[in-house]
T-cell receptor, first 113, second 115 residues
Framework: GESVGLHLPTLSVQEGDNSIINCAYS??????FIWYKQESGKGPQFIID?????DKRQGQRVTVLLNKTVKHLSLQIAATQPGDSAVYFC????????????FGSGTRLQVQP | GAGVSQSPSNKVTEKGKDVELRCDPI?????LYWYRQSLGQGLEFLIY????????KSGLPSDRFSAERTGGSVSTLTIQRTQQEDSAVYLC?????????????FGPGTRLLVL
């Protein structure tokens, strides 16, 4: 079946460095992608999204890049802070007949002081 | 305004008992989703409601799982005859129109433990 997967289960970075979290998806028909941050004991929190008619979108300290050719999505966090420590999920609308999102398994970002 | 709320926040039950989990979506959101998250895993889609349309139940893992959405607002997820493998965090989300290209906002989840 269709899938969304993250490349690394854990990513450790130094405070102040930039972080890059990668994600791959399998369905070339997917046209909406979204990144969530989940802190321990909480529900996923929206970070940024992107539609397939774009290849880059920027928010506050975050950038999402979409490469439809290789079906790859990345989240870049600039000047990573301790408060960025969390699990990050990418998600995509994998099935045009279903409105729900398909989630990857998550990457745990650990920010070292 | 208020976000998505869920209750209870934690539920411990014995194997074989039925449980009901509640979700209050963001006011005005027509679409509501239930997902399940097992420990250390991503989210697994369960069921989707959009307005007055028939729900998309394609993610429900067995006929022990059912959900209702009354009056286009509050939703209840019911698990009958709970099993230990049902232990997970059950997350509810809502979105404005359910187009499939819009942000889904999540509640804090209900942590279910089946003993």
């Amino acid at each position: 079946g269709e899938s969304v997967g993250l490349h690394l289960p854990t990513l450790s970075v130094q405070e102040g460095d930039n972080s890059i979290i990668n994600c791959a998806y399998s369905n070339s028909a997917s046209d909406y992608f979204i990144w969530y941050k989940q802190e321990s004991g909480k529900g996923p929190q929206f970070i940024i999204d992107i539609r397939s008619n774009m290849d880059k979108r920027q928010g506050q300290r975050v950038t999402v890049l979409l490469n439809k050719t290789v079906k790859h999505l990345s989240l870049q966090i600039a000047a990573t802070q301790p408060g960025d420590s969390a699990v990050y999920f990418c998600a995509a609308n994998m099935d045009t007949g279903r409105r729900a999102l398909t989630f990857g398994s998550g990457t745990r970002l650990q920010v070292q002081p | 305004g208020a976000g998505v709320s869920q209750s209870p926040s934690n539920k411990v039950t014995e194997k074989g008992k039925d449980v009901e989990l509640r979700c209050d979506p963001i006011s005005g959101h027509t679409a509501l989703y239930w997902y399940r998250q097992s420990l250390g895993q991503g989210l697994e889609f369960l069921i989707y409601f959009q307005g007055n349309s028939a729900p998309d139940k394609s993610g429900l893992p067995s006929d022990r799982f059912s959900a209702e959405r009354t009056g286009g607002s509050v939703s209840t997820l019911t698990i009958q005859r709970t099993q230990q493998e049902d232990s997970a965090v059950y997350l509810c989300a809502s979105s404005a129109a359910g187009t499939g290209q819009e942000t889904q906002y999540f509640g804090p989840g209900t942590r279910l433990l089946v003993l």
